[in-house]
């Protein structure tokens, strides 16, 4: 085994151990915890996050950040209900355009980072608000409900297959599909290259804008992705959907042992980060806990992630 994958066997381990902490104590403290409606429960709620985590990984990996994924889940979501429910357009070709939408707009946040050469911190944050502006635009700030009856557009989002949520069976495969493009394939190594020594790929000839504008896309169709599924499970797209999702994001991703730094982290270390956060959130509530006090836990969960990245890499 290769020192990177000792590497990240060794995180995921620590990861996991702290999740099955995490769920022992919530099950003392609330038995219901472990019923199987509360845990598929759980399994949809963290799918939205784990969607948006997924693409995130790849932009971390590389030393990036994308904080406009909010923005693009509502903008993506508003759109595909507007030609859905307003303007006819048949549902599978909404839901491409939409996915297609997302891939473009994280294409675009590639191409400034990339070609103007502007920090991923800034451009992100720009096209945040652009990207929510535009959302605010486009349904005059208010949401949108989807009020067309359509077989495929509940499925994505309220579907049982062998009573499991089809949203749950397709976050694992592509969880699945994903992992296999980031350790098996010339891209993925390119990636944790990047990550690792930008110079150093490119003097190897990696072509190391392309790359980075293929993660940015990808974070943006995972952002589009999740908007969909949102919409479905709720009927109606709003403005204000996806707001500070991206933190959950990140947290999710470095909680999962991926290095803000680059170069190093895996996408099942972020598939184990997104479950210990949907423990989190739902343990909290099935406790009664406050929202106001759950925003606190989650900042601290979050400062304290930085924190182990931090030491980690030192």
Request: hydrophobic share 55%; proline share 2%.
């Amino acid at each position: 085994m290769s020192k990177l994958g000792k590497k990240i066997k060794n995180t995921n381990l620590g990861t996991v151990l702290a999740l099955i902490l995490l769920i022992v104590f919530v099950t003392v403290l609330n038995h219901s915890f472990i019923s199987p409606n509360n845990l598929l429960n759980l399994l949809r709620q963290l799918t939205v996050n784990g969607f948006i985590a997924f693409g995130m990984t790849f932009v971390i990996l590389t030393g990036g950040i994308d904080l406009s994924v909010g923005s693009i889940l509502a903008l993506t979501s508003v759109i595909f209900v507007g030609l859905f429910t307003q303007m006819g357009v048949p549902v599978f070709v909404a839901l491409l355009i939409a996915i297609l939408l997302g891939a473009v707009l994280g294409f675009v946040n590639g191409v400034f980072i990339t070609k103007g050469k502007l920090a991923p911190f800034i451009v992100t944050l720009a096209t945040m608000t652009i990207y929510r502006g535009l959302t605010l635009v486009y349904t005059d700030g208010r949401p949108i409900a989807g009020d067309r009856d359509s077989y495929l557009f509940e499925f994505l989002g309220r579907g049982l297959i062998l009573k499991i949520p089809f949203q749950v069976i397709l976050f694992f495969i592509i969880f699945i599909i994903l992992s296999i493009v980031l350790r098996k394939t010339a891209f993925g190594r390119k990636v944790y290259a990047v990550g690792g020594n930008e110079k150093a790929s490119f003097i190897a000839g990696i072509k190391t804008d392309k790359v980075k504008i293929a993660i940015y896309t990808i974070s943006g169709v995972m952002a589009s992705i999740a908007g969909l599924i949102l919409t479905s499970r709720l009927n109606s797209a709003g403005p204000q959907a996806g707001v500070s999702y991206e933190m959950d994001a990140i947290a999710a991703v470095v909680l999962g042992g991926t290095s803000m730094t680059g170069g190093k982290g895996s996408l099942t270390g972020t598939l184990i980060g997104v479950l210990i956060l949907g423990v989190l959130n739902n343990g909290l509530n099935l406790l009664g806990v406050s929202s106001f006090y759950q925003q606190i836990v989650k900042g601290i969960v979050i400062l304290l992630a930085v924190l182990i990245d931090r030491k980690r890499n030192n």
